[in-house]
């Protein structure tokens, strides 16, 4: 049987659209942020976890059921998101490790942020923070302390425009990682996901 395209055809959807498909350890968020943008030509369907099973493991069965089931056209796009937390501990670490090596053998991108998807949200709004060391509670405070409010299930609710993704975007290009895949202190690779979109005028935020 002839595997179909998952592809939602919504009105003014060009027949050529690409997917970018994105698997994530989170439930809300990710998802809630990617249906903000608005386009012809891209389809972002975000794979968000299920019954608590966030492990970076779980999100990487999840991209591979997802990729088994459904036929792709080369445009496509695959990205692994996840946060950093409590999964570089020395326990966790290595799964972590092994996760982002066979992402990068299959040619998927990841996006890992230190130490959650936070960071990118708040990117949006705020400078990039300075503290070499920051909890994902910490990072929420300080989105609270410039919209007044934040709560992660409800992040349709966050002042998220056009502007506000370019500056999350430069700010998160300039605090990149030097070298090796896992970041030790605070930085968040989402922009991968968007950049060279935003850049063409391919996708804009809802109005």
């Keep these: ?10 009105e003014g959807l060009t027949r050529d659209a690409s997917l970018v498909v994105i698997a994530s350890e989170d439930r809300y968020a990710v998802k809630q942020y990617f249906d903000r943008f608005r386009s012809t030509r891209i389809q972002f369907r ?3 976890t299920e019954r608590g099973q966030s492990s970076p493991q779980h999100v990487q069965q999840r991209l591979q059921a997802y990729m088994r089931e459904y036929d792709f056209g080369e445009g496509d796009q695959f ?3 996840c946060d950093t937390d409590h999964w570089i501990e020395s326990n966790h ?3 972590l490790v092994a996760v982002v090596r066979w992402c990068r053998q299959q040619g998927i991108g990841v996006a890992l942020s230190n130490p959650c998807f936070d960071l990118w949200l708040l990117l949006h709004v705020d400078r990039f923070p300075t503290e070499s060391n920051l909890t994902c509670e910490e990072v929420g405070n300080k989105i609270r ?5 934040y709560n992660k299930t409800k992040v349709y609710n966050l002042p998220i425009t056009d502007q506000g993704v370019r500056r999350a ?3 998160s290009k300039a605090h990149q990682p030097t070298a090796g895949d896992i970041p030790s202190e605070p930085q968040t690779a989402v922009h991968l996901i968007i950049d060279a979109l935003i850049a063409r005028n391919v996708i804009s935020v809802r109005t």
């Design 145 to 149: 302390a410039v919209v007044g409010q």
């Design 46 to 48: 975000v794979l968000e």
């Design 93 to 95: 670490i290595s799964n």
């Design 79 to 81: 990205w692994l998101v």
């Design 169 to 171: 975007i430069g700010a």
């Design 1 to 10: 049987m002839r595997k179909k395209r998952p592809i939602a055809r919504t």
